[in-house]
């Protein structure tokens, strides 16, 4: 497994735990942003397994605001870290997967981009959306070619990234994580494992009959909406 990030050691530290655990993981530095970093992390991966079956699209980050708040470039910022990606890594490694007969894309969208959540982050909201539909286009173009793609849609999910970007910004971290917790059905937000397992869910055989599907882990929010 190759683990990108834009911070080498943010990466090595996640490939760290997984060759802890027993499995085989490269670090790879990139700005998923720039399509010739993408390129090079392709190459980098390819160069160290053979090949790459599995693309996990997670790269993200929340700006933010209402449609009136945002500048041009903080609305851009969204658009490019949180749907940008998805397409730069379709591009690329498409044809790879055409040229090997089939692979699988699991693309990380959220449940903001079906509904609204409490917290005015437009260009998040929009850019998900997108993710959503995106995985859809993939999926249906290369149905017949052996090519999956699926999203997974997190609810409100206990990781240090909301700490950073969503406390401090709508009021203090514990009212907010609170706040956040009363809003999940089960009284209790989810974790970064609960997203990784249905990630692996899709990416996995047993998921060999699905594409094109957008997976809630919510903890049921999404079909109830009771703020956030």
């Given at each position: 497994m190759a683990c990108i990030d834009i911070h080498e050691a943010a990466a090595e530290e996640t490939a760290q735990i997984i060759r802890g655990e027993g499995g085989e993981s490269v670090a790879v530095a990139a700005d998923m942003t720039q399509l010739d970093a993408i390129n090079r992390a392709?190459?980098?991966?390819?160069?160290?397994?053979?090949?790459?079956?599995?693309?996990?699209?997670?790269?993200?980050?929340?700006?933010p605001g209402g449609p009136m708040d945002l500048t041009g470039e903080s609305f851009q910022r969204g658009?490019?870290?949180?749907?940008?990606?998805?397409?730069?890594?379709?591009?690329?490694?498409?044809?790879?997967?055409?040229?090997?007969?089939?692979?699988?894309?699991?693309?990380?969208?959220?449940?903001?981009?079906?509904?609204?959540?409490?917290?005015?982050?437009?260009?998040?909201?929009?850019?998900?959306?997108?993710?959503?539909?995106?995985?859809?286009?993939?999926?249906?173009?290369?149905?017949?070619?052996?090519?999956?793609?699926?999203?997974?849609?997190?609810g409100l999910i206990d990781i240090p990234l909301v700490h950073r970007q969503i406390a401090g910004v709508f009021g203090d971290v514990e009212?907010?994580?609170?706040?956040?917790?009363?809003?999940?059905?089960?009284?209790?937000?989810?974790?970064?494992?609960?997203?990784?397992?249905?990630?692996?869910?899709?990416?996995?055989?047993?998921?060999?009959?699905m594409t094109g599907d957008t997976l809630p882990v919510d903890g049921g929010q999404s079909e109830t909406m009771r703020g956030g």
């Open positions: 392709v190459e980098a991966t390819i160069a160290r397994f053979g090949r790459i079956d599995i693309v996990h699209n997670n790269a993200g980050v929340v700006v658009i490019d870290l949180d749907l940008g990606p998805v397409w730069r890594s379709a591009k690329v490694l498409l044809p790879r997967f055409l040229e090997q007969g089939g692979g699988v894309f699991v693309n990380i969208a959220s449940i903001a981009g079906i509904r609204w959540t409490g917290y005015p982050c437009f260009a998040y909201s929009a850019a998900k959306a997108a993710v959503a539909q995106a995985t859809k286009a993939i999926a249906l173009q290369h149905a017949g070619q052996n090519i999956r793609a699926n999203a997974v849609l997190p009212t907010i994580m609170a706040k956040r917790n009363n809003a999940v059905p089960t009284g209790k937000m989810g974790t970064a494992h609960d997203v990784a397992a249905a990630a692996l869910l899709l990416a996995s055989d047993e998921a060999r009959f």
